[in-house]
């Protein structure tokens, strides 16, 4: 109905054919369409109006329809042949009945609808004929391949070279922006392509990769199992295969699968193995394979050193400075990220850059040191920006929502994670790094005590078990195991923690990215089940990542507190709660100051133990953290002490309520910058402006950046 543009005639007619044509059903009520097309009444009367027309002027318009519906006169002239002064006349005629009509000093069907209707007065074989003229003539006045691709690609014959070399700039064209239509055009192409032609090699190249690419993971591996050995050379199949392996936002399982096709060829060049090689351990890496990556590393090595350049070496590097993190060797990690980067510089764009930065920001945090992490991702976060890789700042974005959750601003953290995720795509959730986001949603969500998004993220997780990485799995079943114990559940917090196999639940606590803080709460749920090797193992893997890394408080912190909750050590969880002492990780510190009154008041020391649980109240109320200050208030009632706490938070409303980035934003906005603009400023995108603006409108009652910009005055 939009086609029609408020013409009243073509809306009456529209709504009739509907109804008459059976294409609507009615229930109670309610219009529920049958079929999606446009009803035959409507382009009947177009053939009425038509009828009555000289055959020039018929004949111009179906001509016209063929081109697009805004045209000019020179692609008219271009597909009739005739001067313009032939044209004069039918084209008159037609404006006196409004099938033409003007727009931006061009000419115009007055409506889809009647463009559409003239194209239906032609026979099928006709207007196929037409409207590949119609290509040559657009493209001749210099139309973009992606601009006529979908009409070249249902017009063309088999053998049609112009259309199989057009539609195979055009799948090039939309690769990175849109893979799934370069992948049909591709498709499309190959069909119009004889045998032995120079660009089905190319085609099957940019079919395979658009396919992965587009996330048809199922119908892209059939089709390269299938087409590439046919066609492509071993040497240009290895390449093919490792373009796929590279693509960091594929499943990591679905990488390696395609570098261990690619090196099972024969005859490769020590070029094209060096990079699989290196792809290959890249992805075990990534889907938190580590047994695998540990014995895949010297062969790896082996391979990339024995290749030329360095192409494969940063990767290789990048990778084993992951491994290291999922051994819990942090500082170690750190270092050889740092070498790395200053032995391989690459350049501006490359997507190995940012994720490379995004590494060393996880690394930086782990060891609590926050400035500099924040200071890296910035820098790559506006360096994102500034190459328009949006997937690379989504990601920054991301991770600042961990960080902030682990600074306990979780307004803040919100703000960053609450509009990444939904259950329709949570499916799509293939690598550790956002499953990580994932359960950093979850967990604000359960701080919050807000049911109703805990659940959600509850049902998301379920779904990400499905997931073939060990990594996305491993996230999964923690925060399923977090949702149970928020729930009261115990029993099933620690069947999640099974999930993956009962000897596997002592990897249960996810290893990229790790919070350190979550030690104890692996404690706590093998304790209240009674499973004493977990609980055990949990205190001495804690304990080895405090060794490995020293003097880091968090990680010495995490150590302290899971062995005091083990071993019913109060000197333990005072010392958790002193090195945490430092409010950079408050919500770990309010856990052991809860942990530590507990024990405290267990052991008879009342006075003490209250203080300690008051301490823990304050600080969650302080953070707006609603269910752990409401279990904290539960201990003290225990104790016979009940406590009215008036939260240390902003106001609810009013310019006061705003948080320093709704503040920042807010301003720019009324000083008169778009959205684009703000991001670029702030190093955000352009969706998180969006979200800051809708929360500071609802917070001080405006509705407008003109209301905004006068109470800020």
Not at 88 to 116: C, K, N, S
Not at 130 to 140: E, I, M, N, Q
Request: hydrophobic share 45%; proline share 4%.
């Amino acid at each position: 109905a939009e086609h029609v543009h408020g013409s009243p005639f073509l809306l009456m007619e529209f709504f009739r054919g509907l109804r008459a044509e059976g294409l609507v059903g009615i229930e109670s009520g309610q219009a529920r369409l049958l079929q999606d097309r446009v009803p035959r009444r409507v382009s009947d009367s177009v053939q009425r109006r038509l009828s009555g027309m000289s055959p020039a002027a018929r004949q111009v318009a179906t001509l016209a329809a063929s081109l697009a519906r805004k045209f000019s006169l020179d692609d008219l002239t271009g597909m009739s042949g005739l001067p313009i002064t032939d044209l004069m006349g039918p084209i008159d005629e037609l404006m006196g009945e409004d099938i033409f009509v003007t727009a931006d000093e061009r000419l115009a069907f007055g409506h889809d609808l009647i463009r559409e209707g003239v194209r239906s007065t032609v026979a099928s074989a006709v207007r196929r004929a037409l409207d590949r003229r119609a290509v040559d003539v657009l493209l001749s006045r210099g139309a973009l391949p992606v601009e006529v691709a979908h009409q070249l690609a249902a017009s063309a014959e088999t053998g049609d070279d112009v259309a199989i070399a057009t539609l195979t700039e055009a799948a090039d064209a939309l690769a990175a922006v849109d893979p799934a239509a370069a992948a049909d055009l591709a498709g499309r192409a190959l069909e119009l392509t004889p045998p032995g032609h120079e660009l089905i090699g190319p085609l099957v190249s940019r079919r395979a990769i658009s396919l992965f690419a587009a996330g048809a993971h199922d119908e892209a591996k059939r089709f390269a199992d299938s087409a590439l050995r046919g066609v492509l050379s071993a040497e240009d199949e290895g390449w093919v295969r490792c373009a796929i392996a590279d693509m960091f936002y594929l499943s990591p399982d679905v990488r390696a699968d395609n570098a261990r096709a690619a090196l099972a060829l024969p005859g490769l060049s020590a070029e094209v193995r060096q990079r699989l090689w290196a792809a290959l351990f890249h992805a075990v890496v990534a889907a938190v394979r580590t047994e695998e990556a540990l014995q895949l590393e010297p062969k790896a090595r082996a391979a990339v050193e024995a290749g030329p350049g360095n192409s494969g070496r940063f990767a290789i590097e990048t990778a084993a400075s992951v491994l290291q993190y999922q051994l819990g060797n942090f500082r170690g990690a750190l270092e050889a990220l740092e070498a790395a980067q200053r032995l391989f510089p690459h350049s501006p764009g490359d997507p190995r850059q940012p994720l490379a930065a995004n590494f060393r920001a996880t690394f930086l945090a782990v060891l609590d040191r926050f400035e500099e992490a924040f200071e890296v991702a910035e820098a790559e976060e506006a360096a994102a920006q500034r190459d328009r890789q949006t997937w690379a700042v989504s990601v920054f974005e991301t991770w600042r929502g961990r960080q902030l959750l682990q600074l306990g601003r979780l307004a803040e953290a919100g703000t960053c994670l609450e509009v990444r995720f939904n259950l329709e795509r949570a499916e799509n959730i293939v690598g550790p790094g956002v499953a990580g986001d994932v359960v950093a949603l979850g967990k604000l969500k359960i701080h919050l005590g807000d049911d109703k998004a805990a659940a959600g993220v509850a049902r998301m997780a379920e779904v990400m078990m499905k997931a073939s990485s060990p990594g996305v799995q491993r996230h999964a079943a923690w925060y399923l195991a977090l949702y149970a114990m928020y729930q009261g559940n115990p029993v099933q917090a620690h069947s999640w923690l099974c999930a993956l196999g009962y000897d596997q639940r002592f990897l249960a606590l996810p290893t990229y990215p790790l919070e350190a803080a979550d030690a104890p709460q692996l404690t706590r749920i093998a304790m209240a089940v009674g499973d004493g090797q977990l609980a055990e193992a949990g205190v001495v893997q804690a304990e080895e990542r405090s060794r490995l890394s020293p003097g880091v408080p968090s990680l010495a912190g995490a150590a302290a507190h899971a062995r005091g909750l083990w071993q019913s050590s109060t000197a333990d969880l005072r010392t958790a709660s002193l090195l945490f002492s430092d409010g950079r990780r408050p919500l770990a510190l309010a856990s052991a100051l809860e942990d530590l009154g507990a024990a405290l008041a267990s052991d008879g020391a009342g006075d003490e133990g209250a203080a300690a649980l008051d301490q823990a109240l304050a600080v969650n109320t302080e953070v707006g953290a609603s269910w752990d200050a409401a279990r904290a208030r539960g201990r003290l009632r225990e104790l016979g002490l009940r406590r009215r706490v008036t939260p240390v938070t902003r106001p609810r409303t009013g310019l006061p309520s705003l948080t320093a980035s709704e503040l920042a934003v807010a301003q720019l906005a009324a000083d008169g910058r778009t959205n684009k603009e703000i991001a670029e400023k702030l190093f955000i995108s352009p969706h998180t402006v969006n979200t800051h603006l809708r929360h500071v409108f609802e917070k001080v009652g405006v509705n407008s950046r003109l209301a905004l910009s006068k109470m800020l005055q």
